[in-house]
């Protein structure tokens, strides 16, 4: 998967992508072998205690209509097809959110049943942790994609307070 | 028809009021790791390593590589060496790029490779 | 003062006689599970007699050997038989020597699926030439392919029933990639219009070769796999895969630790049905009734967050015991309250006649069809079949806190709705139970080291939200898994969704049937 130029100039692709969704996104998702709670939790995006669509997000089942594709699990080879003609049938702008740690590379390593990452077969802009995710982590996740809330996780150094080391 | 009406409006709003306003739930929600550099030694850095079943935890050199994308929060580094990892509490891990998410946590001591 | 209650640890005098039938010249012995070795000679004539004995289901069949590395290493294949009027399960194990076996699809057609699965995985076949489907590797899955044993000579075929129609009928591929949200699944479908003439399932693209990847691993490590292979029935998987190397190693977990792993259990079961409840709404279009579930699936969700410190439980079992324990007062406070909105919207689900017009009648399952593909859970039970393993097969804590099993007779959607919310409310009462005997965290201590004991073997079991969960495993002598097998409920029970969905059907109709059967994909495509 190759990215144009340098990380500046991707993110400033991205950013200028996002920031023609303005206030509406449609968003299609995609399973390539996950165990099925990353789907819960993005069920419940449209639950009442969520409620993705007061922050004008939408699902939608056509890609067609998608903005936005939320993909899930490890990218089981046999799905490299299947991902691509999806990925392939969105219009233009659009953007890619890989979601859970399958799909960035943890639990699955790359071996013949999968890719371990969905970053092998799609090209990902937004990529979110958690095994599930919980639906808090999902929403910061889409708004991020979409340049509402600042990526945080660049800054965070994992290392406990008051430990310089 | 009526009575889902009714129900609706006595329970009232149980809407997150996330990004607006912090979701008080997300505290109860297991988290990445947040390392004690001062309590890694290279030793208990290779333990850890060894006991990360997702490939998050790698050591290199002084170091303790930490992939916070593959992490799922499981915990075991953490009951392993509980006075050297603790939950960082942070579930707003969203990155734009995969290399966000490698974190390089330094060892205590000097260098053994 | 003599006990009138006839002792079932021993077994009927049935089951003896089957046994001694089937050539076990030993005592039968009280322990929950008998195991059989049968030459492969006399392979299909024990399986005629299991097929035939009262209250018998076929649960597994699997196979493990035939190692390609070594030259001439026969296969081994395992039936595992519920006798669950014996609250007993019998291993068949017969040593194959050749490339073929005797048919025993034809005899029990709950076996075919595993015929097939055992021809991809070890490349040996039932004799007669039946053709066999693709089931487990995708196509793509050469010679080389990770497998469990030796590749077959030939490729798999992908064979369906022949169908009959009035006038012209259309097939077409649907899936993998489908309605969003839910998991991919691929189907194909015929039909003359609008009716379901035949749907037949493809379970081979979610394929993670997650027993493959469990070979050399100790349990404990293999356990952050296993909870892995299905989320929605993480608990039931690890549970049935803990029991099972418990029972390889001889350990007994400490009995809070039981009742915490039951805790756990129940209320996997209850998130699992309110989420089926809301999968069902959202089918029929009652988006109100659909938001009413959701709150209180997420309310339950919480409330396994506040309990044992993750919304899907993962992380509670462990090989020994239950690593967390529960915060019964978290329980005791957040349950009341989210199990009553799920009964709220239910009573009013129940009061809404558009509603039940949809369930009624649709996507009926016979009693008969149920036993003849051996499926478990409340597929099985709302169509008569009363087969639950907490009751049929007890083990602590279900045996001193024994469920009340709910069944229903008319094996519809409606019925099993019906069972699923009997269920609920069973769960709630037996949490309540749970925490007043004390569930807490604690570990028996795992042997350390290397054994003198040959390869050692166990089998373990637990009832899921969507019914029994299997597993068996194989131990080397430094407790590394030579063999590990996973069979959850959706392995089963996805062959009644053809069934269910060919009766009278229409298009609109096979999700909401998808919905009351809560099945996962993630679980049958492992």
């Known amino acids: 998967m190759t990215r144009p130029g340098t990380e500046e100039t991707a993110e400033a692709l991205r950013r200028s992508v996002a920031s023609q969704f303005g206030r509406s996104l449609h968003v299609r998702t995609l399973d390539t072998g ?37 993909v899930t699990g490890p990218m089981i080879r046999a799905f490299d097809v299947a991902a691509r003609k999806t990925y392939e049938a969105m219009p233009g702008p659009k953007l890619v959110v890989a979601t859970g740690a399958c799909a960035l590379g943890g639990v699955y390593q790359p071996d013949a049943f999968t890719h371990g990452s969905v970053g092998e077969t799609l090209p990902v802009d937004v990529w979110i942790p958690g095994c599930p995710p919980s639906p808090l982590a999902l929403l910061q996740g889409l708004l991020v994609a979409v340049d509402r809330l600042a990526e945080k996780v660049r800054d965070l150094a994992f290392i406990q307070d008051g430990d310089a080391g | 028809m009526p009575l889902w009406f009714l129900r609706g409006l006595r329970r009232g709003v149980v809407t997150t009021r996330y990004p607006h306003r912090p979701d008080a739930f997300a505290a109860e929600l297991p988290t990445p790791p947040a390392f004690r ?48 990892v603790a939950a960082s509490g942070e579930f707003e891990l969203a990155a734009t790029e995969l290399t966000h998410l490698v974190k390089r946590i330094p060892l205590l001591g000097g260098d053994d490779s | ?52 004995h009262e209250g018998a289901r076929l649960a597994d069949f699997f196979a493990s050997g035939g190692n390609p590395a070594i030259e001439g290493d026969p296969v081994v294949l395992r039936l595992i038989w519920a006798l669950d009027g014996d609250r007993r399960y019998l291993i068949i194990e017969s040593l194959i020597e050749g490339e073929s076996y005797p048919a025993l699809s034809d005899i029990a057609p709950a076996a075919f699926a595993e015929e097939c699965e055992i021809y991809e995985q070890f490349g040996i076949r039932p004799a007669g030439g039946k053709p066999l489907n693709r089931v487990v590797l995708p196509p793509h899955a050469g010679p080389d392919f990770p497998r469990l044993g030796r590749p077959p000579a030939e490729e798999p075929a992908e064979v369906h029933a022949q169908h009959e129609v009035g006038g012209h009928a259309f097939e077409f591929p649907f899936g993998p990639v489908r309605q969003v949200g839910v998991e991919s699944l691929y189907y194909g479908l015929v039909t003359s219009g609008e009716e379901v003439v035949d749907l037949y399932l493809f379970t081979w693209h979610k394929h993670r070769g997650v027993e493959w990847r469990l070979r050399g691993r100790t349990p404990r490590e293999a356990l952050f796999h296993v909870e892995r292979m299905e989320g929605l029935g993480s608990v039931g998987a690890a549970w049935a895969f803990a029991a099972a190397a418990e029972a390889a190693l001889e350990i007994d977990p400490p009995a809070p630790a039981v009742r915490a792993r039951a805790v756990a259990l129940e209320l996997e079961r209850l998130y699992n049905h309110a989420a089926a409840t809301a999968a069902l709404c959202q089918s029929t279009g009652l988006t109100v009734g659909q938001a009413a579930a959701e709150i209180a699936l997420e309310r339950m969700l919480r409330l396994n967050a506040a309990a044992f410190g993750h919304r899907y439980l993962f992380g509670v079992v462990d090989i020994g015991g239950a690593r967390r324990g529960p915060d019964s007062a978290a329980l005791r406070s957040g349950l009341p309250g989210a199990y009553g909105d799920l009964r709220q919207a239910a009573d009013a689900l129940l009061s809404t006649n558009s509603f039940v017009d949809r369930l009624e009648a649709t996507g009926i399952l016979t009693r008969e069809a149920a036993q003849r593909l051996g499926l478990v859970g409340p597929v099985a039970r709302a169509a008569g079949r009363a087969a639950d393993v907490r009751a049929d097969h007890p083990a602590e804590p279900y045996s001193t806190l024994p469920p009340v099993v709910a069944t229903g007779k008319s094996g519809d959607v409606l019925a099993r709705f019906r069972v699923m919310l009997a269920e609920a409310d069973e769960s709630v009462r037996l949490i309540g139970e749970l925490l007043e005997a004390g569930a807490g965290p604690g570990l028996a201590e795992l042997p350390e080291g290397t054994t003198s004991r040959t390869d050692r073997s166990g089998l373990g079991w637990a009832e899921s939200s969507r019914g029994e969960a299997l597993a068996w495993v194989a131990l080397d002598r430094s407790g590394r898994i030579t063999r590990a097998r996973l069979r959850p409920a959706s392995v089963r029970n996805w062959r009644g969704f053809d069934d269910a969905c060919r009766s009278q059907n229409v298009f609109t109709d096979i999700p909401i049937i998808e919905a009351s059967f809560w099945l996962t994909v993630a679980g049958t495509s492992r």
């Open chain 3, 1 to 52: 003062m003599t006990d009138l209650r006839p002792d079932l640890a021993a077994g009927s005098p049935g089951l003896a006689r089957l046994l001694s039938q089937l050539g076990q010249t030993a005592p039968a012995g009280d322990g929950p599970v008998t195991t059989v070795r049968v030459t492969a000679a006399d392979l299909e004539d024990a399986v005629r007699r299991l097929a035939a």
């Open chain 2, 37 to 84: 550099p001062r309590a890694l030694t290279s030793e208990l850095a290779d333990q850890l390593a060894g006991i990360c079943p997702s490939w998050a935890l790698t050591r290199s050199g002084t170091e303790l590589i930490f992939d916070a994308g593959a992490c799922t929060a499981c915990g075991r580094c953490r009951e392993a060496a509980p006075e050297a």
């Open chain 1, 34 to 70: 996950s165990c099925a709670a990353c789907e819960q939790e993005i069920r419940l995006l449209a639950a009442p205690h969520y409620d993705l669509h007061r922050l004008g997000f939408f699902f939608t089942p056509a890609p067609r209509h998608a903005d936005l594709l939320m």
